[in-house]
């Protein structure tokens, strides 16, 4: 926008600063798209276009324009309530927070940025343990997820030194063991054997408490020496996305997920024509079956808390 207050005698601004508009790169970096130099590459090889043209760098577009690009389809100054979720593939070695005295490497760095929002992490995952991290601009779906008495599903692989005995597997689902905060209880307990001294099992479970499986383990004598989240919900870590990388769900499994917690009315704005989120080129990527969980995209209304059919 052109300042119309600017007095005549002030310096000549160069002529890039002339020009009405924000540049192109910044507003897709903005929106989410990535960072403003994939952009730049994005638009030199030719995987952007701006009102139906090919967009060229240096290009400033304003509000109005339809910038097109990986499927998705933004109005330049129109803002959009739609939560969006964004799935991630945390690697071990990294931080979930924004602020750390130890100024250690956080997953925040790695999200695209956003415009008038933030991204809200939904759960944690400790600094060694790895796997699906879900991220969103809604602090109702955020909290729905989350909150005990929604009791949505978390599994997990974890590897342990040593290996189960059938009378702890059959504890473990049937009483559970109790911790120093309370007793705990794996919905689901599976032998996924191993090799050696390491062994692998999947668990589920329907809470989120600090460390809470890694403590289980424990005390049951068996050291945690992996652990990996491989399904939130609903919502699996999708196999070929790889650490350190995100993807973003697209509005049709968006829509899946708030239906599912019996909250699609929330801060929807469904408008004619227009696309799906970016996450809408990840599903086809990805797999749209490896993100939501087949059979569990319900309304959380039946007998189950957390809609997953059983």
Same mark, same amino acid.
């Given at each position: 926008?052109?300042?119309?207050?600017?007095?005549?005698?002030?310096?000549?601004?160069?002529?890039?600063?002339?020009?009405?508009?924000?540049?192109?790169?910044?507003?897709?970096?903005?929106?989410?798209?990535?960072?403003?130099?994939?952009?730049?590459?994005?638009?030199?090889?030719?995987?952007?276009?701006?009102?139906?043209?090919?967009?060229?760098?240096?290009?400033?577009?304003?509000?109005?324009?339809?910038?097109? /690009? /990986?499927?998705?389809?933004?109005?330049?100054?129109?803002?959009?309530?739609?939560?969006?979720?964004?799935?991630?593939?945390?690697?071990?070695?990294?931080?979930?927070?924004?602020?750390?005295?130890?100024?250690?490497?956080?997953?925040?760095?790695?999200?695209?940025?956003?415009?008038?929002?933030?991204?809200?992490?939904?759960?944690?995952?400790? =600094?060694?343990?790895?796997?699906?991290?879900? =991220?969103?601009?809604?602090?109702?779906?955020?909290?729905?997820?989350?909150?005990?008495?929604?009791?949505?599903?978390?599994?997990?692989?974890?590897?342990?030194?040593?290996?189960?005995?059938? /009378?702890?597997?059959?504890?473990?689902?049937?009483?559970?063991?109790?911790?120093?905060?309370?007793?705990?209880? =794996?919905?689901?307990?599976?032998?996924?054997?191993?090799?050696?001294?390491?062994?692998?099992?999947?668990?589920?479970?329907?809470?989120?408490?600090?460390?809470?499986?890694?403590?289980?383990?424990?005390?049951?004598?068996?050291?945690?020496?992996?652990?990996?989240?491989?399904? =939130?919900?609903?919502?699996?870590?999708?196999?070929?996305?790889?650490?350190?990388?995100?993807?973003?769900?697209?509005?049709?499994?968006?829509?899946?997920?708030?239906?599912?917690?019996?909250?699609?009315?929330?801060?929807?704005?469904?408008?004619?024509?227009?696309?799906?989120?970016?996450?809408?080129?990840?599903?086809?990527?990805?797999?749209?079956?490896?993100?939501?969980?087949?059979?569990?995209?319900?309304?959380?209304?039946?007998?189950?808390?957390?809609?997953?059919?059983?």
């Amino acid at each position: 926008m052109i300042n119309e207050n600017t007095d005549s005698s002030s310096e000549v601004l160069p002529e890039a600063e002339k020009q009405p508009g924000e540049k192109l790169q910044k507003v897709m970096a903005q929106a989410g798209y990535g960072s403003r130099r994939t952009m730049e590459e994005w638009i030199a090889s030719g995987r952007v276009s701006v009102n139906g043209d090919p967009a060229t760098l240096g290009m400033r577009v304003v509000a109005g324009d339809m910038v097109k /690009a /990986a499927g998705r389809t933004i109005r330049v100054g129109e803002r959009d309530n739609t939560p969006r979720i964004l799935l991630y593939h945390k690697p071990e070695g990294e931080i979930v927070s924004r602020d750390d005295p130890d100024k250690r490497a956080s997953v925040f760095d790695k999200l695209p940025r956003l415009r008038g929002q933030k991204w809200i992490a939904i759960g944690r995952l400790d =600094f060694n343990t790895s796997g699906l991290l879900i =991220f969103t601009t809604s602090g109702e779906l955020a909290n729905r997820l989350m909150h005990p008495r929604f009791e949505v599903e978390r599994e997990y692989a974890v590897r342990v030194q040593g290996t189960m005995t059938e /009378a702890q597997m059959n504890t473990m689902i049937k009483d559970g063991v109790m911790l120093e905060d309370g007793p705990v209880r =794996f919905e689901k307990l599976e032998d996924e054997g191993g090799e050696g001294f390491n062994h692998w099992y999947r668990v589920m479970l329907k809470e989120g408490r600090n460390r809470v499986v890694r403590r289980t383990f424990d005390v049951l004598g068996l050291p945690v020496s992996r652990l990996m989240r491989v399904r =939130f919900g609903i919502i699996n870590l999708p196999p070929r996305l790889k650490r350190g990388m995100s993807v973003e769900l697209g509005e049709g499994e968006v829509g899946q997920v708030l239906s599912w917690l019996g909250i699609d009315h929330i801060e929807s704005q469904q408008s004619a024509g227009k696309t799906g989120g970016s996450g809408d080129a990840g599903a086809s990527r990805y797999g749209r079956k490896s993100m939501i969980k087949s059979g569990s995209a319900r309304g959380a209304r039946g007998k189950s808390k957390t809609g997953i059919k059983r």
